[in-house]
């Protein structure tokens, strides 16, 4: 257990919804960062917020969203869904956003768009 | 740009063989080299890190990495697999002059250790 928790485990919905995943990081960290994996586009970084403020990103589409509130947890929110954002997503945090730090990694939401 | 390359999508190795799964990179500056491991529904698990010092890395489990700047590679190695091993494997790359602290992932490599 890495001490990252990721909420819903799985989430299913329709096309054109919107939904929000929702990441606490391990005690301590001020970093996290949110990835998507995917069959077709394998792992890949979407953005990273270190101490409530976004600090880096990555391969994110405009119609997803994320922010980090001041207890430190973050919430990534999808919207006007379809099918292609099917996926895995992963929450990691790190003790700081340096360069150094390993990420640890929540066990992941599925989601499923119809 | 930075990027990562794990060459073998499958890599089968016998119970008690030595394993190694392959990775090799590409950075404009120093690289930061990271191994993860995916088990069946669960999340990435850190093995272990390469920053500067020592070529050869020791990790959780029993794994190790070689480091090969002349190869750019950095392959990941076990003297001897466990069953327990299969899983996917991720090489990860960070390339400090491009400015981002996230990590680049390799394709993964699915490791499959026969009893």
């Known amino acids: 257990d890495s001490g990252v928790t990721q909420t819903p485990k799985h989430l299913i919905t329709a096309t054109g919804q919107r939904v929000t995943l929702r990441c606490s990081p391990r005690s301590g960290d001020l970093s996290v960062y949110w990835y998507q994996q995917s069959l077709d586009q394998g792992l890949q970084f979407l953005i990273q917020?270190?101490?409530?403020?976004?600090?880096a990103k990555g391969n994110i589409l405009e119609r997803f969203s994320a922010q980090q509130f001041p207890d430190l947890h973050s919430e990534l929110n999808l919207s006007s869904l379809e099918l292609g954002d099917s996926a895995l997503y992963f929450c990691?945090?790190?003790?700081?956003?340096?360069?150094?730090?390993?990420?640890?990694f929540g066990p992941g939401t599925r989601l499923t768009v119809l | 740009a930075q990027s990562v390359a794990q060459p073998e999508d499958q890599v089968n190795v016998a119970e008690g063989n030595p394993l190694t799964v392959k990775c090799t990179y590409s950075v404009s500056g120093n690289p930061y080299l990271f191994w993860y491991v995916q088990y069946p529904n669960r999340g990435l698990q850190f093995l272990l890190k390469?920053?500067?010092?020592?070529?050869l890395v020791k990790g959780s489990y029993g794994f190790e990495a070689e480091f090969n700047k002349s190869q750019t590679s950095f392959h990941l190695k076990k003297p001897s697999a466990l069953v327990s091993d299969s899983a996917l494997y991720f090489c990860?790359?960070?390339?400090?002059?491009?400015?981002?602290?996230?990590?680049?992932f390799g394709t993964g490599t699915r490791l499959t250790v026969i009893p």
């Open positions: 990860a790359v960070r390339d400090p002059p491009a400015g981002a602290n996230n990590l680049f």
């Open positions: 990691a945090s790190s003790i700081a956003g340096g360069i150094y730090n390993e990420q640890f």
């Open positions: 390469y920053i500067t010092g020592d070529n």
């Open positions: 917020y270190y101490n409530g403020e976004e600090r």
